[in-house]
């Protein structure tokens, strides 16, 4: 029989081994959890609206995925300034920490691009500059507007470059041949050339204390970038073109055509219901915009969420709830919000746009929902008159014998009549006065089976009633 002492110390051993179990058990785990992610943006091909959609669709990814690193594997000749320029500001407000990883070549804008991240490394070998600006199908533009441009450009890469902790004098030169580049009185290059730089020469170092004139260093492979920024053994995310960013960028462009047609799409599935075409249209319609600002890298779930409750809000207000309140205004907002945001340019880690980045999106969708009210406006007046609406809202024939009377023979006779709801009437329906099922509408409210009406007016075909 063991004393307390004895009892007390095997139970603490007993202890210890429990757990060493527990922390053996949970330990791969934990590592697995501890790794670092990195995402990787592969762009090997010309700078154009199409990279601005990947780098951001890479950031997108790189915020949700919570990574640790966005690398840009860099590989081309450069391209559009303007896409530069949407890239620049998107980088500078990455939530993570960027790198530039030159893969052979990062010419013009490739170049400009590398100047927003953290730190630039390069393979042994591959070059960076040659920025200058120049003009689809001309080698170089005339003087004063190439003065002009360069000037831009200049105070463009100074600033982006500066805001990254890299020498702005650099980037410059690689902008215009004019400057030339000296560091701590050495010529790296002399003027009248562009700068372009080697993998060794990029990081030659230059004054006291030594400091690196671009690159953070020369790497064979992504696995060794990862080694000297401290992400070894971190788990990669690639992101490359996979065509859809052309797709998207089409899609986007016609957006507010979109919202035209599912908004159109959703009023004429009101006016008819159970025709189901109409509602099929505007279902591709919403599909495909929120599917464009997908690829653009800009809308998330959050958006189609938003959306969706807002149609379910305003399905329920229709169909359900009588009359127009609360429900219904909500589903409003909710559906116009989530169409807004969806197309909103939001800097990486943002919660909310700023009223510059609102602006562009509110005006896009001011003029889409004018266009909705025109469009609907003209349906009103003319569509009832085509024989595709008269097929769509009459699927039966409503005879005489079975109690049915047009519009147009009830005018005389039952102007003023009152009836009752034989349908709900949202706001069309049937009513049925006496012995006789009339289609009528009514001025805007929503009135219940069953309910009692009166007919006050008849416009033609159209038969108005209001609620007793």
Not at 116 to 140: C, W
Not at 165 to 178: I, Q, S, Y
Not at 268 to 296: D, H, N, Q, R, S
Not at 407 to 429: I, K, W, Y
Request: charged share 20%; with cysteine; aromatic share 6%.
């Amino acid at each position: 029989m063991l004393d307390g002492g004895t009892g007390g110390i095997v139970r603490a051993m007993k202890l210890l081994r429990c757990a060493a179990v527990l922390l053996l058990t949970l330990l791969p785990g934990w590592r697995a959890v501890a790794e670092p992610t990195v995402v990787v943006v592969t762009i090997r091909e010309e700078i154009t609206r199409n990279t601005t959609f990947l780098v951001r669709r890479g950031l997108r990814e790189a915020q949700e995925k919570n990574a640790s690193a966005l690398i840009l594997e860099l590989d081309t000749n450069g391209g559009r300034l303007d896409a530069t320029e949407d890239i620049l500001p998107l980088l500078q407000h990455s939530p993570v920490k960027t790198y530039t990883f030159i893969n052979t070549k990062a010419y013009s804008a490739g170049a400009i691009i590398a100047s927003a991240t953290d730190k630039i490394f390069m393979t042994p070998g591959s070059v960076i500059g040659a920025a200058t600006p120049v003009l689809p199908g001309l080698a170089e533009v005339a003087a004063a507007e190439r003065e002009k441009m360069n000037s831009a450009t200049r105070a463009l890469v100074r600033a982006t470059a500066q805001n990254k902790g890299h020498n702005p004098d650099v980037f410059e030169a690689m902008v215009d041949k004019d400057l030339g580049l000296v560091v701590a009185g050495k010529t790296v290059c002399e003027k009248g050339k562009l700068l372009t730089l080697t993998a060794d020469e990029a990081g030659q170092a230059y004054g006291e204390p030594a400091t690196s004139l671009l690159s953070a260093g020369t790497v064979a492979t992504m696995a060794e970038l990862l080694a000297a920024t401290g992400l070894k053994g971190a788990t990669i995310v690639p992101v490359t073109p996979y065509g859809f960013e052309v797709l998207a960028r089409w899609i986007t462009t016609i957006s507010p055509l979109l919202i035209i047609i599912g908004m159109v799409g959703i009023f004429i599935e009101l006016k008819t219901p159970g025709v189901m075409l109409p509602g099929l249209v505007a279902a591709i319609a919403f599909g495909l915009y929120f599917l464009g600002y997908f690829g653009a890298g800009l809308a998330g779930w959050e958006e189609v969420a938003l959306f969706a409750v807002g149609v379910v809000l305003l399905a329920l207000e229709i169909f359900v709830i009588p009359g127009f309140g609360v429900t219904g205004i909500a589903g409003i907002l909710a559906i116009a919000a989530g169409l807004l945001l969806a197309m909103v340019e939001r800097w990486p880690g943002a919660t909310w746009p700023d009223w510059m980045q609102l602006q562009p999106a509110i005006v896009r969708l001011g003029l889409s929902l004018g266009g909705t009210v025109v469009v609907c406006a003209l349906i009103v007046r003319w569509l009832p008159q085509t024989t595709l609406f008269q097929k769509m809202e009459l699927g039966t024939t409503l005879d005489t014998k079975d109690g049915y009377t047009s519009s147009r023979d009830a005018a005389g006779a039952l102007l003023g009549a009152e009836g009752v709801a034989e349908t709900q009437l949202r706001p069309a329906g049937t009513g049925k006065f006496g012995e006789h099922l009339v289609d009528v509408v009514t001025e805007g409210d929503f009135i219940l089976k069953g309910d009692r009406i009166r007919i006050v007016a008849v416009e033609g075909s159209r038969v108005v009633v209001s609620k007793c």
